[in-house]
Nanobody, 130 residues
Framework: QVQLVESGGGPVQAGGALRLSCVGS???????????FAWFRQAPGKEREAVAA????????YYADSVKGRFTVVVDIAQNTVSLQMNSLKEEDTAMYYC????????????????????WGQGTQVTVSS
């Protein structure tokens, strides 16, 4: 089983910024020609929703409409990380954030479908207050 580890969450005021990091082994980033890493979030009582994704092997990134222009996925193969830079945070961004990976696939298509991802991190809490 491949495990991903998230970090960087915490409390932040609305309008502020956080950078979440997802760390995995090099092998899962280079296992196949293409691998998809994504960020999901889930607030209490709500469905898990896709936030952003990046294909390792291409420069393609994907974002939910709710975070476009505010969040950026940053890939650093050397550090085995896929980070989520979150700017201009809003109260509605409050959630537990998870990173996920699906090996052997680009993120193109249904990147937002949680069931497509085999590997998941433990989550890191982001709490935005106004």
């Amino acid at each position: 089983q491949v495990q991903l580890v998230e970090s960087g969450g915490g409390p932040v005021q609305a309008g502020g910024a956080l950078r979440l990091s997802c760390v995995g082994s090099l092998s899962i980033y280079t296992a196949r020609s293409f691998n998809c890493f994504a960020w999901f979030r889930q607030a209490p009582g709500k469905e898990r929703e896709a936030v952003a994704a990046a294909t390792i092997g291409t420069a393609s990134t994907y974002y939910a409409d709710s975070v476009k222009g505010r969040f950026t996925v940053v890939v650093d193969i050397a550090q085995n990380t896929v980070s989520l830079q979150m700017n201009s945070l809003k109260e509605e961004d409050t959630a537990m954030y998870y990173c996920a990976a699906r090996l052997g696939y680009t993120c193109a298509g249904k990147w937002s479908t949680a069931d497509n991802y085999r590997y998941w991190g433990q989550g890191t809490q982001v709490t935005v207050s106004s």
